[in-house]
């Protein structure tokens, strides 16, 4: 029998199961027909420039590595699931992006000290359970005077309410594992860097989302698709009333934030935080 108790298999696991939450349902989807802006906002506000050595951390399918490369970065984009990576890879070979893709934690990245000039996560190093030793290797591997930029989804925003919502419903978190959307409170990613960066920008934005006609139509595509959604519905599978209890919570959750709502809106707001900063010299 596997010793849990053990913490090196303890965490093994832990990322195990996040590994296989976000291979299921289809986050490529998710990513280019809800947020496809997003990844070239933080490349903007970084200041991504040819020649740049650019790692994407958490990339995903390369929201933020693609148009990286794009801009003529040096570009190595890299996740704890290889299924988001074949797609990814497929993705930038379309759009003409020469990209460099490798499996790995964000908490144990496999590169050198101040190998990259610009360190980046969209929506990505968040999900990371321990935000501390996340943090520390995003300053790692960037080399003094390089930029750190990271966009985050906020607590009080749209997707950190969902993730809330989705809390009492889901298996409980492993001890030491804290909640993806402190890495929209610039206060919390202050504490995480400390004064091993300079010249901090964090900045406040939404993202309008208009792909859904009504709240039932959001909770669906979530739960076909959403890797942290599926997982939690999965969880209930031996449970309809809690099953029936979060399909209104949620679809509560979506009309509460103007969709469905009597003018007929049909667009949400999503607040995230855009952060850059400059590991110090």
Not at 78 to 92: K, S
Not at 216 to 241: C, H, N, Q
């Amino acid at each position: 029998m596997t010793n849990t108790t053990d913490p090196e298999e303890a965490d093994r696991a832990l990322k195990a199961r996040h590994r296989a939450m976000w291979a299921q349902g289809d986050y490529p989807t998710v990513a280019a027909e809800l947020i496809p802006e997003l990844g070239g906002v933080l490349v903007e506000a970084c200041g991504v420039r040819p020649g740049d050595r650019v790692l994407d951390v958490a990339a995903g399918t390369g929201n933020v590595a693609v148009p990286a490369a794009l801009a003529g970065a040096d570009v190595v984009a890299c996740d704890l699931t290889p299924e988001l990576l074949e797609t990814g890879r497929a993705l930038a070979e379309r759009r003409g992006a020469r990209v460099r893709w490798q499996e790995a934690d964000a908490e144990a990245l496999p590169f050198d000290d101040a190998t990259f000039d610009t360190v980046l996560s969209c929506v990505g190093v968040m999900f990371a359970p321990h935000h501390q030793r996340a943090a520390d290797e995003l300053v790692r591997v960037c080399r003094p005077g390089g930029t750190v930029g990271l966009l985050s989804w906020t607590p009080e925003g749209f997707l950190g309410r969902l993730l809330a919502t989705m809390k009492p419903y889901a298996l409980p978190p492993p001890p030491g594992a804290q909640p993806p959307p402190l890495w929209g409170d610039p206060q919390h990613v202050g504490e995480l860097l400390g004064d091993r960066v300079t010249a901090v920008r964090a900045e406040r934005r939404t993202v309008v989302v208009d792909r859904f006609a009504t709240p039932e139509e959001f909770r669906g595509y979530f739960k076909e698709r959403y890797g942290p959604t599926i997982a939690v519905y999965r969880s209930l599978a031996d449970d309809p009333a809690r099953a029936a209890a979060l399909d209104r919570d949620l679809a509560d959750l979506a009309r509460g934030h103007g969709l469905g709502a009597e003018d007929g809106r049909t667009a949400m707001e999503w607040e995230y935080l855009l952060f850059t900063a400059r590991r110090a010299e």
